[in-house]
């Protein structure tokens, strides 16, 4: 019974492949009908039989080698169509044809399509088909009822007719979903101003269905109509746009669904079109291209994506910020490095960077609600400016959760689509990373519908489930600037909004600037330098700090903070490090803070100029606080009393300062330094000749612990941290003057100064001058002992005028030290005469200094005695001068400093 039922089956197919017959065009290029016999022939060159009957199952090939059969002919074959019906229409090798209607009403081509695994239509890469042309009045419809389909690979145009009559215009049916395939290089061109260019969806003659119409990747759809080729309906998507697949959208489109809940491959604004939304949301775009002149509208009031995987080349304008006419969220979500570029300008509302996305901005844009950055948004030398907020998003939850379980759910193998529940009402999704079975990994969420019940994925998924639990969330930013003023409101970052960068997002800086963070006080993860750069605010690395080659220096009074689980680069150095600024002015530094380090730590710290690494092993958790300055100090502070150049012959010229400001116990510490900054003697020393001294209690202690004079380094383990110097071992710092000072005291002058860390000294030498050089006036013997002293001496008889006063140390071996520049005094009086009236034969003048020229002249100014003092009090004789007034002055340095009258009796 079976062999008898297979024996009929294979003979009904052979009857039914036996019953189609295969005919050739040979009716030239001359206008001819499709249904005259003469015009088909079942040879090529026309030797074999005439298409005299007419049947659905007849094969049409039209072959580009030869239309007009015995006298082989090329061009376009114009073939009239009043109504017909055939299997297959096969348009092959270079074949141009244009299929047209010539009564002034409707004709339908109906594509039977009944050869089994094959196509109904055909049109190879080579060759093309045109439907109407102007020079006539009908209109032709190409129809593929259910189950028929067409394969193109070349160019298939449908145009409007000379007419309005009828008012409608040529089109395509398609009721088989996938059934009308254009492959990679076709191109469907349409320009018919009074229908849709593949009819609306339905059941009939002149319907399609949703996703009959496929562009696959390379193909084209060129829209040169007013009409959209989706349908009239907003739910209505008859063309299922493949990805790589091409879009020319070269007139405004004003009638049918334009962009919602649609899917796109790659879409052109072109000719000075303005492509206007639905007012809902797309479900993707790969590149976006914008001529200029071309505009991007909203229509309705609602938030509408521009969900892009691709490019965005924007020479013409997308105008999304009106408001109460809705607005644009550009997303950004793809899985490949996508760009932002063109002439034109971009205002939304909203910017999104996808989770696994990358995206150069190549302009700017303006963003006046919100920007969130989930994956990496680099800025080259362009700005996001606009009156919106700014977030650079960390480990980001929606308000609907982290998760979504429903029995609806289904992932199906291949789609960019999930389906879920409509109206689930999930919310701030675009952008997120989102995982569930068969969902590829790095896969992002490019937009979603809870209205349409979607949601729509950067990747196709790779496996099909129902019931799915899907997973939502960001995972951590990164933010990358080449602009001078680095991510701050002058530059990458201009929104005027709030500006966030949520702990953690890691930043990338390309280009030398000296402000390079936001006002965002956030800690930042991993954080790179590619060119030099000065901090503008405290700052918190969380990740790894990266120096390429480049120097970040930390301005003064602020602080760089690794946290407890952040680390150094391994490629930092001699050439790539941490510059602490020190102010000689103020005292103010700039400082680099570890937290909770417990294991050796390298800090790698310097001036501008010169390396200057620090070493830290701690035995307990210890926070510290490091800043290093070249030009050693007295009490280890950049505007401390720089040591001598005789005490800098056996050190180095540096300070490491380095505070524990939490844990306990002692650490090994080690520093480092150049060359440079070594002294004369200091450079000859050999390892046991090199310490490391400790400031304590007022003073540097004594130079211990381990040194190498090969490796520039000096160790010691301490518990006790602040200022460190490097020096000679076992010795102490030689004397430091903490102060030198000069007052006049009535007719003398104090003078008082302060050491500390006396050693190996003979005397203090106190030497004064007013004219001339100076000479000796005291001699004051050391301490020569660890300590702060403090010596005074007055000067019993300075001179009138300014006096200098200077102090030398003597060491033992005779050498000399001049500490500071001279201190003077300039000495002023006090006179005072008495008696006076003047009774005896002498007046006293009290309150001179030695040096004082006292004059005594009558009224008419004439001098009547003159005298020089050498004491405090000098007397003057009056004795021979008659009764009445006289004036006495004294003069120093040819000025008169004071004048008195004088009564003689």
Request: hydrophobic share 35%; with cysteine.
């Amino acid at each position: 019974m079976k062999r008898l039922l297979l024996l009929l089956f294979f003979s009904c197919f052979a009857a039914v492949s036996f019953a189609q017959t295969t005919y050739y065009w040979v009716g030239g290029t001359s206008e001819a009908n499709i249904g005259t016999a003469s015009n088909w022939n079942t040879q090529l060159n026309g030797t074999g039989t005439s298409r005299s009957t007419i049947l659905s199952t007849d094969v049409l090939v039209v072959d580009g080698t030869n239309i007009g059969g015995a006298v082989q002919t090329t061009g376009t074959a114009l073939i009239h169509v009043n109504a017909a019906t055939t299997a297959q229409l096969k348009i092959i090798n270079g074949a141009s044809v244009n299929l047209v209607r010539v009564a002034s009403s409707n004709g339908t081509l109906t594509i039977a399509n009944n050869t089994l695994g094959e196509a109904g239509l055909t049109i190879d890469a080579t060759s093309s088909l045109l439907v109407n042309n102007a020079s006539y009045v009908g209109n032709l419809y190409i129809d593929f009822p259910a189950t028929a389909t067409g394969s193109i690979a070349g160019t298939f145009k449908i145009t409007q007719g000379g007419s309005t009559v009828p008012s409608s215009s040529p089109r395509v049916t398609c009721r088989t979903v996938g059934g009308l395939v254009f492959t990679s290089g076709a191109t469907f061109d349409y320009d018919n101003t009074l229908n849709y260019p593949f009819g609306s969806v339905g059941s009939g003659t002149s319907n399609s269905s949703n996703g009959a119409v496929v562009f696959q990747s390379g193909a084209n759809l060129i829209c040169n109509s007013v009409f959209s080729p989706f349908g009239s309906s907003s739910t209505n998507a008859i063309v299922d746009f493949r990805p790589g697949s091409n879009y020319y959208i070269k007139k405004t489109i004003t009638t049918g669904s334009v962009t919602n809940a649609k899917t796109f491959g790659n879409v052109f604004l072109q000719n000075g079109a303005t492509l206007t939304t639905d007012g809902a949301a797309m479900n993707k775009i790969e590149n976006f291209t914008i001529d200029a002149g071309c505009n991007v509208n909203v229509n309705g009031s609602t938030s509408t994506p521009i969900p892009l995987l691709g490019n965005l080349v924007a020479n013409g304008n997308i105008n999304g910020t009106t408001s109460g006419a809705g607005n644009f969220i550009l997303s950004m979500s793809g899985s490949s490095p996508q760009t932002i570029s063109g002439s034109g300008n971009i205002a939304v509302t909203g910017f999104v960077v996808g989770d696994h996305s990358t995206v150069t901005l190549e302009k700017n844009i303006t963003v006046v609600g919100s920007s969130n950055i989930y994956g990496t948004l680099n800025f080259g030398t362009f700005q996001i400016d606009g009156a919106g907020s700014f977030t650079s998003r960390v480990a980001f939850e929606s308000a609907s959760g982290t998760s979504y379980t429903n029995a609806a759910n289904t992932i199906t193998d291949g789609s960019y689509q999930i389906t879920i529940p409509v109206s689930l009402g999930l919310s701030s999704l675009t952008g997120l990373e989102i995982t569930g079975p068969g969902i590829q990994a790095n896969t992002n969420i490019v937009s979603y519908s809870s209205g349409n019940g979607q949601v729509n994925l950067s990747k196709p998924a790779i496996a099909s489930s129902v019931g799915a639990t899907i997973s939502f969330k960001s995972n951590t930013s990164t933010l990358i600037t080449s602009n001078v003023n680095g991510l701050s409101a002058t530059g990458s970052i201009a929104a005027s909004g709030t500006v966030n960068n949520n702990a953690g997002t890691n930043v990338v800086f390309n280009a030398a600037t000296v402000s390079p963070f936001t006002t965002s006080n956030n800690a930042l993860g991993n954080v790179t330098f590619n060119a030099a750069a000065t901090t503008n605010k405290n700052i918190t690395v969380t990740g790894k700090l990266t120096l390429n080659n480049s120097k970040l220096t930390i301005r003064e009074a602020d602080v760089l903070t690794m946290g407890a689980a952040a680390t150094f680069d391994s490629g930092l150095g001699a050439n790539a490090y941490v510059v602490t600024s020190a102010n000689t002015s103020t005292g103010d530094v700039g400082k680099i803070k570890l937290t909770d380090i417990t294991t050796g730590t390298v800090i790698p710290v310097g001036t501008a100029t010169n390396y200057l690494p620090v070493t830290l092993s701690p035995t307990t958790a210890s926070t510290f606080e490091v800043n290093v300055f070249a030009g050693a100090t007295a009490d280890g502070t950049p505007n401390g009393t720089a040591l001598t150049a005789a005490q800098k012959l056996r050190m180095v010229d540096a300070v490491w300062n380095v505070v524990r400001t939490s844990g306990s116990g002692n650490a090994d510490l080690t520093v480092n330094w150049p060359n440079a900054l070594e002294g004369a003697d200091f450079s000859l020393f050999g390892n046991t000749s090199i310490g490391i001294a400790n400031y304590n209690a007022g003073v540097f202690g004594t130079f211990a612990g381990l040194g190498n004079a090969v490796a520039n380094t000096a160790a010691i383990n301490t518990g006790n941290f602040s200022a460190f110097i490097v020096g000679e071992a076992n010795t102490t710092l030689p004397l430091t003057m903490l102060g030198f000072s000069a007052k006049q005291n009535l007719n003398t002058v104090k003078l008082d100064w302060r050491t500390t860390d006396e050693k190996d000294l003979k005397n203090y030498v106190l030497q004064h001058k007013r004219d001339g050089n100076y000479e000796t006036i005291y001699t004051a013997n050391p301490n020569n002992k660890p300590g702060i002293f403090n010596y005074s001496f007055v000067h019993p008889t300075p001179l009138a005028g300014t006096n200098y006063y200077r102090l030398v140390a003597v060491d033992l071996d005779g050498t000399t030290h001049t500490f500071d520049e001279a201190v003077k005094v300039n000495l002023t009086n006090a006179m005072s005469v008495y008696p006076n009236p003047a009774i005896g034969n002498s007046i006293t003048v009290s309150g001179v200094v030695r040096g004082d020229v006292i004059k005594l002249q009558n009224i008419q100014g004439q001098v009547i005695t003159r005298k020089v003092a050498n004491n405090n009090t000098e007397q003057i004789d009056v004795q021979s001068i008659a009764a009445g007034t006289y004036l006495i002055s004294i003069e120093n340095e040819g000025k008169t400093t004071s004048t008195k009258k004088v009564i003689k009796i």
